[in-house]
């Protein structure tokens, strides 16, 4: 393939996903490394992406529901309820990982006055403890996605390797009978290096989530303890997470 139909097809790559990895694309390409860089470059130059580490990322942004303000306004309300009774699971003293995402930045808020080891990398969570002196933060580290204001890249995914907490506390795209869902490679990728490092695992979802797949499959309803949601989940969805063993709480 020369270097004008790689490109075409980078920009369709890139139309369905936020991030492509350098390997899919040389082997999606059938190109060499040396060679997909180049296209890279060009496609930089372009304005059509950015180059990052590991790979490349779209410059254009697919929809405001990958923004984190207006993911925050988004049933607040439930949000709030969620986040308290998600708070109620977690001990003083415990290390407790805090995904990215407006539902646990909710959470997050409600651990304001617990004493804890907390590993996030997420922005917005590190700045609700900024003036904390009863929680340590550490944050992961990685490419920062502005958009989402949190880190991400094989640099967050290479620490998050080395830890272990006591729970883990992660928001979601989209629940489904196949199991847990989300939007973009590089989410799912730190999600999983979460799920790994953790002794509980806690999905945070509002009913909206419930019934609908997002792009990339996470985890099985099996890899979670326990999902909190909101008093509008459907019965039918309870009845599916009991069914696989996960503890249900509705706020």
């Known amino acids: 393939m020369k ?13 369905s996903r936020e ?5 899919t694309l040389c082997r999606d390409l059938d190109a060499s490394e040396s060679s997909v860089r180049r296209d890279l ?3 930089e130059s372009d304005g059509v992406l950015k180059r990052v580490y590991g790979g490349a990322m779209a410059v254009e942004a697919r929809g405001a529901d ?6 925050s306004r988004r049933m607040a309300e ?3 309820r969620i986040a308290a009774v998600a708070a109620g699971l977690v001990e003083d003293g415990q290390t407790v990982i805090l995904a990215g995402g407006s539902t646990v930045a909710a959470v997050a808020r409600s651990l304001r006055n617990h004493s804890l080891r907390v590993i996030t990398n997420s922005l917005p969570i590190a700045e609700v403890f900024h003036d904390s002196r009863q929680i340590e933060v550490t944050l992961t580290g990685g490419y920062l996605y502005p958009r989402l204001r949190m880190m991400m890249g094989p640099l967050c995914e290479q620490m998050l390797a080395g830890v272990a907490a006591d729970i883990l506390i992660m928001g979601i795209g989209g629940v489904t009978e196949a ?14 290096k979460m799920i790994a490092a953790a002794r509980k695992v ?6 909206t989530k419930f019934g609908r797949a997002a792009l990339i ?10 999902v909190v949601s909101d008093g509008a989940l459907g019965a039918e969805y309870q009845r599916l997470l009991r069914e696989h063993g996960v503890e249900a709480r509705l706020a």
């Open 3 to 15: 270097a004008a139909g790689r490109q075409i097809k980078i920009r369709e790559l890139l139309e």
């Open 78 to 80: 439930e949000k709030r």
């Open 41 to 43: 470059i060009a496609l």
């Open 217 to 226: 499959n996470v985890a099985p309803l099996e890899a979670a303890h326990i």
């Open 179 to 192: 199991g847990f869902s989300n939007n973009n490679t590089l989410v799912v990728s730190h999600e999983l």
């Open 66 to 71: 990958q923004d984190f303000e207006w993911q």
């Open 19 to 23: 991030f492509v990895d350098l390997a």
């Open 202 to 207: 806690v999905i945070a979802a509002d009913h």
